[in-house]
């Protein structure tokens, strides 16, 4: 805001946060950062000027989802205009100004909609893994601006930046019409003028704000109410950030492939934070592999939709030793998957020992031949009909006769047993 009589200083946790952010990119780390100004003047920063960083920032190349990166660099942000609020009016509000912001600039490698859609949702998905930020775009707390321009040589056209695109969906839209509109602009004859631009969600259209300027408009020199950051007081902060342990989607995702998890099943659980952290706390109780990937069915298909549906609201109060008790029990055929899937339900909403519920109801699974034997007697003297048809070669007929046990049973027999029981009586 630069208030009369007051100077900026820079939040050491939002700069030690960027250079986290950076190692985990595989960036490079600097010896020497400082601060900028870039002067300009818009409503959005009345003090004619917005602290950045220009030539030396903080973070220096790395690459996510494929994408190289030129530079990750701190700065203040700045107000937030809206200009469909009132009738005829723009306002600015001014609460967040001051606020450090993570600007994340990429290399020109991006050609279409789809991978740039991509990158910001693995940035997201980056910045909510490791902790830094929920990244929720909706609430501005990330914003996307793509730089778009078309050529037929590789020679770069003129760019066209276009601001604040707050969704995923928005950023796809707005290079689908941009790239549509140069193309269709050179094609005529015109000329592409280099501007910055907004986009408009309900006409599905990009218009124009203020011509853009380059970055020699912007007149950079070093902030002079800042100091430089470089030697011991540098590296100690670097230091520091060297000892954490990050956290990051490419980590998790190694560690699920190592435990046999499929590719689509591994996203659902990485995407979602509330899953994500429920399986990684199950991770640390539960290392055999086959029951690993069986639990990660249930999280990913089961538990997700329960969520989704709004059957379950959230997983507070599911106890993750409750969840392995219940994988345990399914992967030692103590009762079947349609009667696991019953007792998840209820768990989650009345946190208990499954296998403790499962006693009370008598729900599990009969695997004693003898006392299935009375049951199959029953099934083949009720049916004589498709017993017959089963002698005749009919195979389907033995599973209607293992529906109906398993029916009776309310489930608790084993089927495969109950399968084979049932073919020996009748072969016999």
């Given at each position: 805001m630069g208030?009369?009589?007051?100077?900026?200083?820079?939040?050491?946790?939002?700069?030690?946060?960027?250079?986290?952010?950076?190692?985990?990119?595989?960036?490079?780390?600097?010896?020497?950062?400082?601060?900028?100004?870039k002067n300009y003047f818009y409503p959005d920063i009345p003090k004619g000027y917005q602290i950045s960083q220009y030539k030396y920032p903080l973070v220096s190349g790395g690459e996510i989802a494929g994408v190289e990166l030129t530079r990750i660099h701190l700065e203040e942000d700045t107000a937030r205009s809206a200009h469909d609020q009132v009738a005829g009016k723009s306002i600015v509000d001014y609460n967040r100004a001051g606020v450090p912001l993570m600007e994340l600039v990429t290399e020109p490698v991006i050609h279409d909609a789809d991978t740039a859609s991509a990158f910001a949702k693995e940035l997201q998905l980056l910045l909510r893994v490791m902790g830094v930020g929920n990244g929720n775009m909706e609430k501005g707390e990330m914003r996307v601006e793509a730089n778009i321009s078309v050529s037929k040589t590789d020679t770069f056209g003129t760019k066209?930046?276009?601001?604040?695109?707050?969704?995923?969906?928005?950023?796809?839209?707005?290079?689908?019409?941009?790239?549509?509109?140069?193309?269709?602009?050179?094609?005529?004859?015109?000329?592409?003028?280099?501007?910055t631009r907004g986009w408009d969600d309900n006409k599905g259209t990009t218009f124009s704000q203020r011509k853009k300027e380059s970055s020699h408009d912007y007149r950079y020199f070093p902030d002079p109410d800042i100091p430089k950051f470089g030697g011991s007081k540098l590296m100690d902060i670097k230091s520091r950030v060297a000892e954490i342990d990050l956290n990051t989607p490419s980590k998790i995702r190694f560690t699920f492939e190592n435990l046999g998890l499929t590719r689509d099943i591994a996203e659902v659980i990485l995407r979602d934070s509330e899953l994500r952290i429920f399986f990684v706390e199950y991770l640390a109780i539960e290392s055999d592999k086959a029951r690993v990937k069986l639990a990660s069915n249930y999280v990913a298909t089961d538990i997700a939709s329960h969520i989704a549906s709004g059957v379950l609201s959230s997983l507070d109060g599911f106890q993750v030793t409750h969840f392995a008790e219940l994988m345990a029990m399914v992967e030692s055929a103590e009762i079947n998957s349609r009667i696991a899937k019953d007792i998840l339900l209820t768990i989650l909403k009345d946190p208990k020992s499954p296998r403790a519920f499962a006693k009370e109801n008598n729900l599990l699974q009969e695997s004693d031949e003898g006392a299935l034997i009375a049951l199959v007697d029953t099934l083949i003297n009720a049916n004589p009909i498709i017993?017959?048809?089963?002698?005749?070669?009919?195979?389907?007929?033995?599973?209607?006769?293992?529906?109906?046990?398993?029916?009776?049973?309310?489930g608790t027999a084993n089927p495969t047993l109950l399968r084979k029981l049932i073919e020996d009586r009748i072969n016999k």
């Open positions: 208030h009369p009589g007051t100077l900026p200083f820079v939040n050491e946790e939002a700069f030690q946060t960027l250079l986290k952010v950076g190692t985990a990119v595989g960036g490079t780390l600097p010896e020497f950062t400082e601060f900028d100004r066209v930046e276009v601001k604040n695109l707050n969704s995923f969906k928005a950023v796809e839209g707005a290079i689908l019409y941009e790239i549509k509109r140069q193309v269709e602009l050179l094609e005529k004859g015109g000329e592409v003028v280099q501007e017993v017959a048809e089963f002698k005749s070669g009919k195979v389907n007929a033995l599973q209607f006769l293992v529906g109906q046990g398993m029916k009776q049973s309310r």
